[in-house]
């Protein structure tokens, strides 16, 4: 829809011009940074960062019916800088011109509703949220969108030139940062260190293919990431891990997205997401914040943060009560089939414990939740899931235990329905449904596959077959016919039609 046919009262926000006062804000002792640099701790404290609004009050002259309408009329836009995530540009990155903003078809990812024999067997109504059908098949592109949104906007303007990018990865980040990295190409190049044998195969050929350098590292993540941190620290490197605080800004959509398709009605709405490094849940809550402060949204959702019990320092620490007593301590990680997620000391564990107390606050009552679940239950929710029609990857089946999971701690009310996050595209995590169906998972999985849900290919050459087609080979008539013939009457057998 073009400019002019957008209703009076709307027109004038429709495209946003840049505003807003952004500054760094360490969680650690509250000192405040210009984001005129790259900066990714406290200079003094060593904490970690997330980005505020000084001027964020005035998102409050507009109200929250105004913006509902502001969001919904976006829809019809078709300027290419507001069609992902930059629709709620206000609450992302308002700093940023338009002519900065990098879209590579990152957001509006499907809310799909399960069909009633799988909410039957969860007992709960629930929907899926596809973040695989993101670019690089991961919710990471939303943060890497925002964060070399930025990075673009300081080269325009001087503030950096010949930007390498690096990050460390359990797969996804590195995906997403070399895709979105080499579509600056020339003037950012990127550098991802993976940990060696820790990622799929697939995870490893998408940096390799956007021209990252990509280095394999002995360990797990968490070694990776030290090493990362090491090289951000000393040397002149833009860090595009979620320790970035513009990846959280960016990820918000998320809670956006969430809110505009369900129209702003976000009561009895349970949101679950898998926790690995803890960036994901930070922006949840981050971006339900926001929306409800503004008025956007009346009732701030539970969230659910699940974890594995191989990787799961962030539900061992809200084991404790007592909000006095909680102490963190890192874990040491096992190898986990929510792979992205294989995390011991997830570098925002201070954001998600300031975000959550901040949430609870406002909600008034206890709205943040976590569970934990075992490997053998993300392999067979996220299995029965893809047999009615989804396509969640290892972390989806792991929201959707953890969903199970918390129906029987007495999390979920009457009249609560879930929006699930799969966070990446089932494809990425085949490997794991192979190890599931061969039953060669390595015991320290302890997963044992379920026959009901085990499936294999059925090779077949009938012994009557003499001859049959190969490439650059074709079978002549007769033999082609008794092909045929005996082919389709084995798979009629075997599928008993009559
Ligand atoms: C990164 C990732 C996670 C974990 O998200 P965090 O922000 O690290 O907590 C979960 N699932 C997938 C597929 C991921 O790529
Ligand atoms: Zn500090």
Redesign the pocket.
Known sequence: MKINDFPEEIRKHIIPCPQGELVYRCLGCGLEISIKKLVYTCPDCGEVLLIYDHDFNRLKNISGKTWQKIFDYRKMLTAPAMKGIYRFHEFIGPVLPLDSIIYLGEGHTPIVEANSYLQGKAGVKFYFKN??QNPSA???DR?MASALSYINFLLQNNHVSDVLAICA?????SA?AALYASYLNPLVKSAVLLPHKKVTPQQLSQPLGSGAMVFEIPGVFDDCMKIVEALSDQYDVALLN?KNAWRILG?ESYSFEISQDLEYDTSNLVVV???????????VISGFLKFFETGIIENLPKII?VQSNHANPVYRYYLEPDPQKRRFVPVTVKPSV????M?GN???MPRVIHLVDLYNKKAGCKKIFFAEVTEQNIMDWGLLANRNGHIA????G?TLAGLVKAKSSGIIERGDFAVL????HAL??SGFQDMYFENSFPDEYEIVPDPDLVNSPVYIHPKEIKKVPATGKPLEKEDFKHFINCVSKEIATILKLN
Do not use: L, M, R, Y
């Open positions: 973040d695989g991961s919710f990471k943060g990865s359990t797969g996804d980040t997403a979620s990820q997401v898998p926790i690995g490094n803890a960036g994901n849940i930070t922006a943060g929510a792979q992205a997620a995390i997830p570098v925002s990857c290892t972390h989806g792991e996050d799969s966070t990446a990425k995590f």
